[in-house]
């Protein structure tokens, strides 16, 4: 079990995990809407670097 909760700033622009409440999204470069992220999601980090997290 986990508990899955809207980000305020989903949606929202970024460059880095740093810009975002929940993950900056590598693909869209946007902020996730949801926090966490289950699957395989290409992120950014704080750094900028490109990676791929996997929650199950």
């Known amino acids: 079990m986990a508990c899955v ?3 305020r700033d989903g ?4 460059d880095s ?7 900056c999204l590598a693909r869209s470069r946007s902020c996730s809407p949801i926090q966490p ?3 395989c999601n290409a992120v ?3 750094t ?5 997290l ?3």
């Open 37 to 39: 992220l289950f699957g």
């Open 44 to 46: 950014l980090l704080d």
């Open 5 to 7: 909760y809207q980000t």
């Open 48 to 52: 900028g670097a490109e990676v791929t």
């Open 17 to 23: 995990k740093d810009d975002c409440e929940g993950e």
């Open 54 to 56: 996997c929650l199950d």
């Open 11 to 14: 949606g929202k622009r970024c």
